[in-house]
């Protein structure tokens, strides 16, 4: 082996990737990235989980309950009203992810009970939800028992006092199996990955290899061109996402509680955001390895941070602020309402059209770009 030109190989490559910034940048930033944001989400807590509390009772345990709520980070109460109808209406449209209702009896010393209604469609923050609530429920059981035994010096109250309150649990939608809450998430994921990588191909790598330039030696159009690349790539994901969703319903039983017609419409809609975001940077990039280098910092840390594997609300709040910039989360989401919750379009109405608006948006700036490209 040829010592000196193993070293000039090493140099060619290395300066290639200097004069490459697109290349540079990502080879440095990209690890710190992912590092961080699996941290962050993977290694976090659920915490500031939005809740509501419905208080139809006052006195001491009643103050002493509602302060124990506030004071645990696991939750964000964002109001406290008196109407238990308002209040799991709040939950069923997503306002909230849970409401724990005090009733009129709450202050009654034998018949105490409280109530957590929960979205159970969010797996992992039931998880947590209910025995940290649980746990908060018994906590102040035991601080009344020994209030009680300390005034009437009767070990026998610490029984009666450490039952009085009854939590009743009520899910939305049931017990979630994890394939069921997983299978959205990981639809939407494929289609935006597959979609990506694809379109690097399909425009970057054709520019690349000249193929590009050839065909617009024939008399074909810039809108022609756009047009075929845009059909053939959302043809090619439905066929991927059908494929998924079949195996997933005959392999693991997975259960998909709404329209299918409207499934297919989520489908339709993401693909079409996430072609043209994929043509955007395609578009722009001059070979499919700077194409590849653009769009994996910004594709692989998005699926952390749109709530794919795990709830947005483990993460620090100025990433959960960012989620709701990312088309993915809008297209998470409405797969998880459809899939999971059986809602109907009005349910999901505002994920379309945000992912309408996202979607026009990355082929203006798409279309912009390459007609100077070419």
């Not at 035994?149 to 009854?166: F, L, W």
Request: hydrophobic share 50%; charged share 15%; glycine share 6%.
């Amino acid at each position: 082996m040829e010592a000196n030109k193993v070293k000039w190989m090493i140099k060619k490559d290395l300066l290639y990737m200097w004069r490459h910034k697109v290349q540079f940048v990502s080879i440095l930033f990209f690890p710190i990235i992912m590092v961080a944001l699996c941290g962050w989400g993977m290694g976090g807590s659920v915490e500031n989980t939005p809740v509501v509390i419905v208080k139809q009772s006052s006195g001491d345990v009643t103050d002493l309950t509602i302060n124990a709520i506030k004071s645990d980070q696991t939750y964000d109460v964002k109001d406290i009203v008196s109407d238990p109808d308002e209040a799991k209406e709040d939950v069923d449209n997503g306002k909230y992810k849970a409401a724990i209702i005090l009733p009129a009896n709450y202050e009654e010393n034998t018949t105490r009970n409280a109530v957590l209604y929960i979205d159970s469609s969010q797996q992992i923050t039931t998880q947590t939800l209910v025995p940290m609530t649980q746990q908060i429920f018994a906590s102040i059981s035991e601080n009344i028992a020994t209030q009680q035994v300390n005034a009437n010096t009767n070990p026998g109250m610490i029984q009666q006092a450490a039952n009085a309150i009854n939590l009743q649990v009520n899910k939305i939608f049931g017990d979630i199996d994890y394939m069921d809450y997983l299978l959205p998430g990981v639809l939407a994921m494929t289609m935006y990955m597959s979609s990506m990588m694809t379109m690097g191909n399909t425009i970057a790598g054709e520019r690349e290899r000249g193929e590009l330039a050839r065909l617009f030696m024939t008399p074909t159009s810039v809108s022609t061109v756009i047009a075929g690349k845009i059909a053939s790539q959302i043809i090619q994901q439905l066929i991927s996402a059908f494929v998924l969703i079949v195996s997933a319903v005959l392999i693991f039983n997975v259960t998909i509680n709404g329209s299918y017609l409207l499934l297919f419409l989520v489908i339709l809609i993401s693909l079409f955001c996430f072609v043209g975001f994929g043509m955007m940077f395609s578009a722009t990039a001059k070979t499919q390895e700077d194409y590849m280098h653009m769009i994996m910092p910004v594709a692989m840390p998005m699926m952390f941070v749109s709530g794919v594997f795990f709830p947005v609300e483990t993460m620090p709040l100025f990433l959960q602020k960012l989620s709701y910039i990312l088309p993915l989360t809008y297209s998470n989401d409405a797969f998880r309402t459809v899939m999971l919750q059986g809602g109907g379009l009005g349910d999901i109405g505002i994920d379309l059209l945000i992912l309408l608006v996202f979607g026009l948006i990355f082929f203006i700036i798409g279309v912009s770009r390459f007609d100077r490209d070419i």
